[in-house]
């Protein structure tokens, strides 16, 4: 059974950078799509960005485009988030998800949302981005 654990959070300066790692393990990551996903205090939780395993095809949100980098190393079972130019808005715990559905191509635009990632869930790390 697929789990995923997340690390990389942590307090950064505005302007700093961080790599946020997803780890799997207990399945391959093959065949699945993977999402980091955030929130705030007292917000929704959100899609940042999100990748197809088989295809590689990928999502980013508006508000973290050029910013952030979202890549696989299938040897490792592992998704990471290159996180660059961070604002204090970026301040939340980030999540990474996993969908049994593949999700290629352009689907992965439109589907990088909660619901559509159901299968497993990480714990979280929380992401400070403050003076």
């Known amino acids: 059974q697929l789990q995923l654990v997340e690390s990389g959070g942590g307090l950064v300066q505005p302007g700093g950078s961080l790599r946020l790692s997803c780890a799997a393990s207990g399945d391959t990551l093959d065949y699945y799509a993977i999402g980091w996903f955030r929130q705030a205090p007292g917000k929704e939780r959100e899609g940042v960005s999100c990748i197809s395993s088989s295809d590689k095809s990928s999502y980013y949100a508006d508000s973290v485009k050029g910013r952030f980098t979202i890549s696989i190393n299938s040897a490792k079972s592992t998704v990471y988030l290159r996180m660059n130019s961070l604002k204090p808005e970026d301040t939340a715990i980030y999540y990474c998800?996993?969908?049994?559905?593949?999700?290629?191509?352009?689907?992965?635009?439109?589907?990088?949302?909660?619901?559509?990632?159901?299968?497993?869930w990480g714990q979280g790390t929380l992401v400070n981005v403050s003076s």
């Open positions: 998800a996993a969908s049994e559905d593949p999700i290629r191509g352009a689907r992965i635009h439109t589907t990088c949302v909660p619901s559509s990632y159901r299968a497993v």
